[in-house]
């Protein structure tokens, strides 16, 4: 064998251990792909109660940037509180696309989202307006982003629509045609630890709703 064969053979079989090599880190990467595709991106840990002591710091940022003093809480709202609900939390992966497609999909179990709402009366388009303005200015300075913010969603007057980029919680603040302003905080779903502390009837126990706290120090039912 001559020198230039000699070479020539080191090369060729360079080149197919080289390539081998790239095919089994191919192959691999790709199983670690269609595993992560097949079973879903595993959902972020977080208590229940921890979540909720959150949003409620968001919506009393929002009601003292709003600046209404004479707005007053709306009991007749429902829906209001502090919740911690699965319904929205789909199993992950493709492994579970035919049950996802069904008309009521299954929720991933130890799964919830939480989310708390609140609402004022006796504000005008005239008041809420720039309110929601001041919302808006307040909390980009906070590193919220602006998701929306028109008069276009049926059945409101004005809708703010904010999103927190690193913690992906959402803020929406709209208002209607009877000088009504709903404040609402949503977190994205997580699972909850083992040993997260209930209530006697089995739901997930979250802490009592504090905000706005200025309202309900002085409000008192009629």
Not at 52 to 74: F, I, K, M, W
Request: hydrophobic share 35%; charged share 25%.
């Amino acid at each position: 064998m001559t020198g230039r064969t000699k070479i020539l053979a080191l090369i060729f079989s360079t080149t197919a251990v080289v390539g081998a090599a790239a095919l089994i880190a191919g192959v691999a990467v790709f199983a670690r792909w269609a595993k992560s595709m097949w079973e879903g991106d595993p959902y972020p840990v977080a208590r229940p109660a921890a979540t909720a002591e959150r949003l409620d710091g968001h919506t009393q940022s929002v009601y003292d940037a709003l600046g209404l003093p004479r707005a007053r809480l709306d009991d007749d709202r429902p829906g209001r509180g502090m919740e911690a609900g699965g319904s929205a939390c789909p199993r992950q992966g493709l492994r579970h696309l035919p049950e996802n497609l069904r008309d009521t999909p299954p929720a991933e179990p130890g799964v919830v989202d939480v989310r708390e709402e609140w609402a004022l009366k006796g504000v005008p388009r005239a008041e809420a307006e720039p309110a929601l303005e001041r919302v808006r200015h307040h909390l980009t300075r906070q590193g919220w982003k602006v998701m929306r913010f028109d008069d276009s969603t049926p059945g409101h007057e004005l809708w703010l629509h904010l999103k927190h980029p690193r913690t992906g919680d959402t803020i929406r603040v709209a208002t209607n045609s009877e000088d009504r302003l709903s404040v609402s905080a949503y977190a994205e779903c997580a699972r909850y630890p083992s040993d997260t502390e209930r209530d006697y009837y089995g739901a997930l126990r979250l802490p009592p709703q504090q905000a706005p706290a200025q309202l309900r120090r002085t409000h008192s039912p009629a």
